[in-house]
């Protein structure tokens, strides 16, 4: 490897050429030695494709380290050089097809797997074919992993060759390694394909059993998450399955140890007897526990699917506590998650063992594990309360611990206010000792605890006034959260001890709604000064018994834990998210040859054209610049818009509460002819959980009987409850907007609720450079306000009778005025094809009258029926050397033309 460094050497003036020289030289050493260099500057990010017509030719050599070199070029370059890499196309089928090496073959179908270019894969089909058949197995587990690539490139050209079926023949295979790669070809497949293409029958699934154990780790980490989505058909199966996979816990590889783990819990589900299941559980607990002795980064992985496992299952791991004690050379990230464990574990049988460890850790150097050691201190007393007062103990002691520094009384002081909560009037007696290190408070969330444990307890604190003063003088420097505490505190001093407090409640009622800017501040100075006047029904509200607190830190829904722990091994289980809330997944329709441009349609629903007049919007969650998005003005956020009228009372309080105007509700166009047949569009993710704050958002535009509807999924992929939603659009070409509500109900974490929100039409004639051919929506709840937009389907907006006869057509054309034509030019087409925008255009009812070929240019003519009745007539000249189009408009509305320009300008750039 030493020797090859050279090649990475600076280049010298001339080199191209001297490489040209000795690529042409014919000589294999120099050919070869050129060659490095190429691949060296190709590998530092210098261009050197003006080489390749010189080394296309040195493709046809018998020499194995030349080919492969001359391989590695062509996988990089040949995507921008498609027209001569079609040069070495005989090669790679002479290659992968008559070459008695082995090797050879296998290289060939690898490297044309590679090359993403359509022109190459059609010249692919019939030397992969005869690679699946080959007598090599090296060649065969080579050749299925190319399908999986030729499936990413043209999945209708697979389906159309019968390569999936092949696929699955290789489940069958007598070499393992063939049937490994077999099974991550096909699980690749199926993640992309709209229908499950891998499904596993009592032959197959035999079948990669038995190849579990000759196939690579990787081989067998894919067979294992195979094996995890399979469905046993009874207790049984599901036992003799996992007696073959658990002989894989012992495997030295840590990915296939938490695969088989993996499918042990899923399986676990399904197998009936006590004993299988605790004989289970006692195998899975050793090999995890082995995993803790690894690097910190496999600790890390392991502790948090340890943590899944124990929620799923509390029995199921039979640990000693100390293997979760942690060590001083830990990093901070494995220490935190063995806390949690520790935690989990913690019961009245260990917890003088865990207090003890927690003590220890409350005296580290590390600020930020002192003050997680000691909130694992309070979650154990509010977890076990037989063990409260021991834990209240230990935090008494750190509080007076003569080593004792400030974020260690600080933290102790939350903590108990946490315990104080969860037990109360059981602990108070303690409060003279808290109350002790006061001057020592400098963090607004421990003046906040202390705050709310004086104002709680202020009728058993002989100068709780005094102390409360304190804390006053600096009112109006302190944080929120100390002075929303240091109010209700006061109010609750004044109802118990009314006489001597009175100066002090309206000294700090006056401040509040006088001299704070904050509107949360403010607001609740107001309610306790009106709550105030009646001290009877004050008493009931400020000091009304309070819910007890619980650790609900592990509380995961049920059906959210389900889905985690059957990712086990997954990235999804070290997030504790479902996969859906931060990977996007596509499942890619198939087309087939005759529909290879028009739209499909698969049950019912007509999927979108692969090409949308938004496939290159980004969906984001702030606005987009001045100038192009006009929400805040559609939200009645802008001062210089009159407010709507609101369609009902319901409607005017969600306006109130948030400060965002409901949608007026807009009457329906008169219904002209029949009303358009029933259509659902394919519904879409338009707001990702990650850029919602954990609401993610599913829409799809839908047509019954005659009435247009925006069907609308909201799943809250966030821990706390989400309510009060607004929905508005911003103006847009054809005046959308919704016409009623959302419910305002709150939808919980892990749940999902549907909404059907029916939509009206506006004024369509909106002036130029105003209006969008996108739909651009806000969205508030009770977080925040959300900006996103959607594609706007041109098919349910222009009627489905838009269709002339030539004759017609003509006659139409010839009475329109002059007045009424129009001319433009559309700029960047998507194609130039007349043929295949005829196909694009009638998807979305814009109807083909008739197509003239003439020398120079191509013609389309060309009818639409907008919404509201109005005809419009096209002209589009297309020349087959340009990438614009010229477009003649005629209507029976003059002034809708700025409109139709702008739906043309979607429909046909790129």
Same mark, same amino acid.
């Given at each position: 490897?030493?020797?090859?460094?050279?090649?990475?050497?600076?280049?010298?003036?001339?080199?191209?050429?001297?490489?040209?020289?000795?690529?042409?030289?014919?000589?294999?050493?120099?050919?070869?030695?050129?060659?490095?260099?190429?691949?060296?500057?190709?590998?530092?990010?210098?261009?050197?494709?003006?080489?390749?017509?010189?080394?296309?030719?040195?493709?046809?050599?018998?020499?194995?380290?030349?080919?492969?070199?001359?391989?590695?070029?062509?996988?990089?370059?040949?995507?921008?050089?498609?027209?001569?890499?079609?040069?070495?196309?005989?090669?790679?089928?002479?290659?992968?097809?008559?070459?008695?090496?082995?090797?050879?073959?296998?290289?060939?179908?690898?490297?044309?797997?590679?090359?993403?270019?359509?022109?190459?894969?059609?010249?692919?089909?019939?030397?992969?074919?005869?690679?699946?058949?080959?007598?090599?197995?090296?060649?065969?587990?080579?050749?299925?992993?190319?399908?999986?690539?030729?499936?990413?490139?043209?999945?209708?050209?697979?389906?159309?060759?019968?390569?999936?079926?092949?696929?699955?023949?290789?489940?069958?295979?007598?070499?393992?390694?063939?049937?490994?790669?077999?099974?991550?070809?096909?699980?690749?497949?199926?993640?992309?394909?709209?229908?499950?293409?891998?499904?596993?029958?009592?032959?197959?699934?035999?079948?990669?059993?038995?190849?579990?154990?000759?196939?690579?780790?990787?081989?067998?980490?894919?067979?294992?998450?195979?094996?995890?989505?399979?469905?046993?058909?009874?207790?049984?199966?599901?036992?003799?399955?996992?007696?073959?996979?658990?002989?894989?816990?012992?495997?030295?590889?840590?990915?296939?140890?938490?695969?088989?783990?993996?499918?042990?819990?899923?399986?676990?589900?399904?197998?009936?007897?006590?004993?299988?299941?605790?004989?289970?559980?006692?195998?899975?607990?050793?090999?995890?526990?082995?995993?803790?002795?690894?690097?910190?980064?496999?600790?890390?992985?392991?502790?948090?699917?340890?943590?899944?496992?124990?929620?799923?299952?509390?029995?199921?791991?039979?640990?000693?506590?100390?293997?979760?004690?942690?060590?001083?050379?830990?990093?901070?990230?494995?220490?935190?998650?063995?806390?949690?464990?520790?935690?989990?574990?913690?019961?009245?049988?260990?917890?003088?063992?865990?207090?003890?460890?927690?003590?220890?850790?409350?005296?580290?150097?590390?600020?930020?594990?002192?003050?997680?050691?000691?909130?694992?201190?309070?979650?154990?007393?509010?977890?076990?309360?037989?063990?409260?007062?021991?834990?209240?103990?230990?935090?008494?002691?750190?509080?007076?611990?003569?080593?004792?520094?400030?974020?260690?009384?600080?933290?102790?002081?939350?903590?108990?206010?946490?315990?104080?909560?969860?037990?109360?009037?059981?602990?108070?007696?303690?409060?003279?000792?808290?109350?002790?290190?006061?001057?020592?408070?400098?963090?607004?969330?421990?003046?906040?605890?202390?705050?709310?444990?004086?104002?709680?307890?202020?009728?058993?604190?002989?100068?709780?006034?005094?102390?409360?003063?304190?804390?006053?003088?600096?009112?109006?420097?302190?944080?929120?959260?100390?002075?929303?505490?240091?109010?209700?505190?006061?109010?609750?001093?004044?109802?118990?001890?009314?006489?001597?407090?009175?100066?002090?409640?309206?000294?700090?009622?006056?401040?509040?709604?006088?001299?704070?800017?904050?509107?949360?501040?403010?607001?609740?100075?107001?309610?306790?000064?009106?709550?105030?006047?009646?001290?009877?029904?004050?008493?009931?509200?400020?000091?009304?018994?309070?819910?007890?607190?619980?650790?609900?830190?592990?509380?995961?829904?049920?059906?959210?834990?389900?889905?985690?722990?059957?990712?086990?091994?997954?990235?999804?289980?070290?997030?504790?998210?479902?996969?859906?809330?931060?990977?996007?997944?596509?499942?890619?329709?198939?087309?087939?040859?005759?529909?290879?441009?028009?739209?499909?349609?698969?049950?019912?629903?007509?999927?979108?054209?692969?090409?949308?007049?938004?496939?290159?919007?980004?969906?984001?969650?702030?606005?987009?610049?001045?100038?192009?998005?006009?929400?805040?003005?559609? /939200?009645?956020? %802008? !001062?210089?818009? #009159?407010?709507? *009228?609101?369609?009902?009372?319901?409607?005017? &309080?969600?306006? =109130?509460? @948030?400060?965002?105007?409901?949608?007026?509700?807009?009457?329906?166009?008169?219904?002209?002819?029949?009303?358009?047949?029933?259509?659902?569009?394919?519904?879409?993710?338009?707001?990702?959980?990650?850029?919602?704050?954990?609401?993610?958002?599913?829409?799809?535009?839908?047509?019954?009987?005659?009435?247009?509807?925006?069907?609308?999924?909201?799943?809250?992929?966030?821990?706390?409850?989400?309510?009060?939603?607004?929905?508005?659009?911003?103006?847009?070409?054809?005046?959308?907007?919704?016409?009623?509500? /959302?419910?305002? %109900? !709150?939808?919980? #974490?892990?749940? *999902?609720?549907?909404?059907?929100?029916?939509? &009206?039409?506006? =004024?369509? @004639?909106?002036?130029?450079?105003?209006?969008?051919?996108?739909?651009?929506?806000?969205?508030?709840?009770?977080?925040?306000?959300?900006?996103?937009?959607?594609?706007?389907?041109?098919?349910?907006?222009?009627?489905?009778?838009?269709?002339?006869?030539?004759?017609?057509?003509?006659?139409?054309?010839?009475?329109?005025?002059?007045?009424?034509?129009?001319?433009?030019?559309?700029?960047?087409?998507?194609?130039?094809?007349?043929?295949?925008?005829?196909?694009?255009?009638?998807?979305?009812?814009?109807?083909?009258?008739?197509?003239?070929?003439?020398?120079?240019?191509?013609?389309?003519?060309?009818?639409?029926?907008?919404?509201?009745?109005?005809?419009?007539?096209?002209?589009?000249?297309?020349?087959?050397?340009?990438?614009?189009?010229?477009?003649?408009?005629?209507?029976?509305?003059?002034?809708?033309?700025?409109?139709?320009?702008?739906?043309?300008?979607?429909?046909?750039?790129?």
């Amino acid at each position: 490897m030493s020797k090859d460094i050279k090649f990475f050497n600076p280049a010298k003036k001339g080199e191209i050429h001297e490489l040209k020289q000795d690529l042409d030289s014919g000589k294999p050493d120099k050919q070869k030695s050129a060659l490095k260099s190429v691949i060296a500057a190709m590998t530092v990010g210098k261009d050197v494709s003006v080489l390749f017509p010189d080394i296309v030719k040195c493709i046809q050599t018998p020499d194995l380290e030349l080919k492969k070199l001359v391989y590695l070029y062509l996988m990089n370059y040949a995507k921008s050089q498609p027209d001569l890499a079609i040069l070495a196309v005989n090669t790679f089928v002479t290659d992968s097809t008559r070459n008695p090496n082995p090797l050879i073959r296998a290289l060939a179908i690898r490297t044309m797997g590679c090359i993403r270019v359509e022109k190459i894969t059609e010249y692919l089909c019939q030397p992969l074919h005869q690679a699946l058949k080959d007598a090599d197995p090296y060649v065969r587990k080579t050749a299925v992993i190319c399908v999986a690539k030729l499936y990413d490139i043209s999945p209708e050209l697979v389906t159309r060759q019968g390569f999936l079926d092949a696929l699955l023949d290789k489940l069958e295979d007598i070499n393992p390694m063939v049937v490994s790669n077999a099974v991550a070809a096909l699980s690749e497949i199926n993640e992309q394909s709209p229908e499950p293409v891998l499904i596993l029958n009592a032959n197959k699934l035999n079948r990669i059993i038995v190849a579990l154990d000759d196939c690579t780790e990787w081989g067998q980490i894919y067979i294992l998450n195979c094996l995890a989505t399979y469905k046993p058909r009874d207790s049984r199966e599901a036992e003799g399955i996992t007696e073959r996979v658990a002989s894989r816990l012992n495997h030295n590889n840590s990915a296939v140890v938490l695969a088989a783990i993996r499918v042990l819990m899923n399986f676990l589900d399904y197998v009936k007897s006590s004993e299988v299941t605790l004989l289970l559980c006692r195998k899975m607990s050793s090999p995890l526990g082995t995993l803790l002795s690894r690097e910190p980064e496999i600790q890390y992985v392991a502790l948090r699917n340890i943590s899944l496992i124990l929620q799923k299952r509390p029995n199921a791991l039979d640990y000693d506590m100390e293997n979760f004690f942690c060590k001083y050379s830990d990093p901070i990230y494995v220490k935190m998650e063995k806390l949690e464990i520790m935690i989990m574990l913690a019961s009245d049988k260990t917890i003088d063992h865990v207090l003890l460890e927690l003590k220890r850790y409350a005296t580290e150097a590390d600020v930020e594990f002192v003050r997680k050691a000691i909130r694992a201190i309070g979650r154990c007393a509010i977890k076990l309360q037989n063990a409260a007062e021991r834990c209240i103990h230990v935090l008494l002691e750190l509080i007076q611990s003569d080593e004792k520094y400030n974020a260690v009384v600080q933290e102790a002081i939350v903590v108990i206010k946490d315990i104080f909560r969860k037990y109360p009037n059981r602990y108070e007696s303690i409060i003279g000792q808290l109350c002790e290190n006061l001057s020592s408070l400098d963090e607004p969330e421990a003046k906040a605890a202390m705050i709310w444990i004086i104002g709680e307890y202020a009728d058993r604190i002989e100068n709780a006034d005094e102390l409360l003063y304190g804390f006053l003088e600096s009112f109006l420097d302190e944080s929120l959260n100390v002075q929303l505490q240091l109010l209700t505190a006061t109010v609750k001093l004044f109802l118990k001890r009314p006489k001597t407090s009175k100066n002090m409640v309206l000294n700090v009622l006056n401040m509040v709604t006088q001299e704070c800017d904050n509107p949360d501040l403010r607001d609740r100075g107001f309610f306790y000064w009106r709550l105030l006047t009646d001290p009877k029904t004050a008493r009931s509200v400020v000091l009304a018994d309070k819910p007890l607190i619980e650790d609900d830190t592990h509380l995961i829904d049920q059906s959210i834990l389900d889905d985690l722990v059957s990712s086990l091994s997954s990235v999804a289980s070290v997030y504790h998210k479902p996969a859906e809330a931060f990977v996007s997944r596509s499942k890619r329709p198939i087309r087939r040859a005759a529909q290879e441009e028009a739209p499909v349609e698969r049950d019912g629903v007509i999927i979108e054209d692969t090409l949308p007049p938004a496939a290159l919007l980004q969906i984001d969650s702030t606005p987009s610049p001045a100038g192009t998005v006009d929400l805040l003005s559609g /939200l009645g956020l %802008n !001062p210089s818009t #009159p407010s709507p *009228s609101y369609s009902s009372s319901s409607s005017s &309080s969600s306006s =109130s509460a @948030f400060g965002v105007a409901a949608a007026p509700v807009a009457a329906a166009p008169p219904q002209t002819s029949a009303p358009a047949p029933d259509l659902t569009l394919e519904a879409k993710v338009i707001l990702p959980a990650d850029k919602g704050d954990g609401m993610q958002l599913t829409a799809a535009f839908a047509l019954r009987s005659g009435q247009l509807y925006y069907l609308l999924t909201i799943t809250n992929q966030s821990s706390a409850p989400i309510s009060q939603f607004v929905i508005q659009f911003n103006k847009n070409v054809f005046g959308l907007a919704p016409a009623g509500t /959302l419910p305002a %109900n !709150p939808i919980n #974490p892990g749940q *999902s609720s549907d909404f059907v929100l029916p939509l &009206s039409y506006g =004024s369509l @004639f909106s002036p130029p450079g105003s209006a969008s051919p996108f739909l651009q929506i806000g969205l508030k709840n009770n977080i925040k306000l959300y900006f996103f937009q959607d594609v706007l389907p041109f098919r349910l907006f222009f009627r489905s009778t838009g269709r002339f006869e030539k004759k017609e057509f003509l006659d139409l054309w010839k009475s329109l005025p002059p007045t009424t034509e129009v001319e433009t030019v559309i700029n960047n087409l998507r194609s130039n094809d007349v043929e295949r925008v005829q196909r694009h255009l009638e998807a979305n009812h814009v109807f083909t009258i008739a197509i003239r070929k003439l020398e120079d240019k191509n013609v389309l003519y060309s009818s639409f029926v907008l919404h509201d009745g109005a005809v419009v007539l096209l002209e589009l000249n297309f020349v087959p050397t340009s990438n614009d189009c010229s477009a003649t408009i005629k209507t029976q509305h003059s002034n809708s033309t700025a409109v139709v320009i702008e739906v043309l300008n979607a429909l046909l750039r790129a």
